[in-house]
């Protein structure tokens, strides 16, 4: 034990300007955490988002490199210094130096907007492992493969550009959204944390630099494959079967689509609409139709699959998209069509033959939780989504809207309700949290935040400037009578639904353009 905190001394004693530079960036990112009023992150948090990692892993990596593993002719690896010390005085230091100061950062933001420490502990830990996994175990690991500091940094731009080439530029950029269960992400991290924890032993203990290096190209190939080439439907696959529901069936009804859904229609695709009935929905039941995956095929062989748009590759363009909808999509009563979107070359080339479609789609049940009640301008817990307030700002478009904000130290549910109500007058508006966002240049995943927040607004028509539209607006004199409610949507089950329509003409069910088109 002495000979491990000599070594823990020693380390911090040649390393303290990078620990500096790494808890500054910390303290940085902290301060802008626990200011922001906005679930989306400003330019200079996002950026800190990335640099407070890169300055761990370069800091653990220099740690480490303190006593290089590769070669023979280090002072460490004779007597009385064996590896357990010094692999205990390296994972010291990351807990001191790293881990420490990212749990006193979160509790700081976590205090600041009113929650309790205790209550919120499981969460924080669970950050802990979560950071473990995707930054102290795998820098590590890439420090224990390299002979020196430089050779560290051009394995941590190789895994960068990796990074780049799976999910695009900035991870997270869009509106989309993940499923508030999204298991991928755990997946791979469990694969890299668990490949890390080999080589470090393999390293440290035995010094098999072959083998080592060897499990950490198998590792970087399964999790870029997992993450790149896996389907998305795979992901719900695993969820059904964890939360099984009840098993649905989707027919096709032959009759054309009487009213064309017109707001569905890019201008770039020619659109299809088969008109479906979802069958075995459980009475009064609640759900989500969630990403389709087909195929659509002709006598002679030809295929096409279809491209499920997600965060990562929703600017890439495919020759066909599909999904589920009701028309008016509002109304649950409404009649469900299956949308083929086609590339125009492609419908032309299917148009008039007899395809089959065949595939499957994701369905989520859910149930409503407790609505909560606040008024203007004011603050409330609401269960099982966290702390919520309304003020009045300005939209992404500089309009005068109330803008309700909600943030929680748990992941909030995917859907959740916001309700303006003016009880007097018998009128309410309803929005989503997250369906509003911000138009930035720059990374905007903030996964170091310890909160979780969600955003919408209510646009504001003032009586002098009001236009034809304000409908859709909130009255300015209304809002001194108005209230605003927060509902969750609490996931229940999931299923999967496999379909297969043959003998299709595609041109029977086309949906003309819109007349303004």
């Not at 992150?41 to 300055?55: D, F, I, Q, R, Y």
């Not at 088969?274 to 002709?298: E, F, Q």
């Not at 748009?309 to 589920?324: C, H, M, R, W």
Request: net charge positive.
């Amino acid at each position: 034990m002495k000979l491990v905190l000599h070594t823990l001394k020693k380390d911090a004693r040649r390393l303290w300007p990078a620990v500096i530079v790494s808890l500054g960036l910390l303290a940085m990112l902290a301060r802008a955490d626990r200011w922001r009023a906005d679930s989306i992150v400003g330019s200079t948090e996002g950026w800190l988002h990335l640099l407070v990692p890169l300055a761990w892993a370069c800091l653990l990596a220099l740690a480490v490199l303190e006593e290089p593993l590769t070669g023979d002719r280090h002072f460490w690896l004779t007597r009385p210094h064996r590896w357990a010390g010094l692999l205990s005085s390296k994972l010291l230091f990351a807990l001191l130096f790293v881990h420490l100061p990212s749990l006193l950062a979160d509790c700081y933001v976590l205090i600041a907007h009113g929650f309790s420490i205790f209550e919120c502990l499981p969460r924080l830990l669970g950050k802990q492992a979560m950071l473990a996994a995707a930054v102290t175990l795998p820098a590590i690991a890439l420090a224990a493969l390299v002979g020196g500091f430089a050779q560290f940094v051009m394995l941590l731009f190789a895994v960068a550009a990796a990074a780049i080439f799976v999910f695009g530029p900035f991870p997270q950029l869009s509106a989309l959204q993940r499923p508030e269960d999204y298991l991928r992400g755990d997946l791979v991290a469990s694969m890299v944390a668990i490949a890390a924890i080999a080589i470090v032993g393999l390293q440290y203990r035995r010094q098999k630099l072959a083998v080592a290096r060897t499990v950490a190209v198998a590792a970087a190939l399964v999790a870029g494959a997992w993450l790149g080439y896996v389907p998305e439907i795979f992901d719900y696959r695993l969820r059904a079967a964890i939360h099984p529901a009840a098993a649905l069936a989707l027919r096709m009804e032959r009759r054309k689509q009487d009213t064309p859904p017109q707001m569905a229609l890019p201008f770039t695709r020619t659109t299809v609409a088969l008109p479906v009935v979802l069958s075995g929905v459980p009475g009064g039941a609640r759900y989500h139709i969630g990403p389709v995956d087909l195929t659509v095929s002709t006598p002679d062989g030809r295929r096409v699959r279809n491209t499920i748009l997600t965060p990562d590759n929703q600017d890439e363009k495919g020759l066909l998209d599909a999904g589920v909808y009701r028309f008016p999509y509002d109304l649950d009563s409404a009649p469900l069509n299956l949308l083929l979107r086609f590339d125009h070359t492609l419908y032309e080339e299917f148009k008039d033959r007899q395809v089959r479609v065949a595939g499957r789609m994701s369905v989520s049940f859910y149930r409503m939780g407790e609505t909560a009640w606040m008024p203007m301008n004011g603050r409330m817990a609401a269960p099982a989504v966290g702390h919520c307030s309304s003020t009045i700002d300005e939209d992404r478009w500089s309009r005068s809207a109330v803008k309700v904000l909600c943030e929680s130290p748990s992941q909030l549910p995917r859907t959740t309700s916001a309700t303006l109500a003016v009880p007097r007058v018998g009128r309410e508006w309803q929005q989503r949290l997250g369906d509003s966002f911000n138009f930035a240049i720059g990374p905007r995943w903030a996964w170091l935040s310890p909160l979780d927040r969600g955003k919408t607004f209510f646009p504001i028509s003032d009586p002098g400037t009001r236009r034809e539209t304000y409908a859709m607006e909130v009255p300015l004199e209304y809002l001194d009578k108005a209230r605003i409610g927060i509902t969750p949507e609490i996931a229940t089950g999931y299923t999967l639904v496999d379909f297969d329509f043959r003998d299709v003409t595609p041109a029977n069910y086309h949906v003309p353009p819109p007349s303004w088109r």
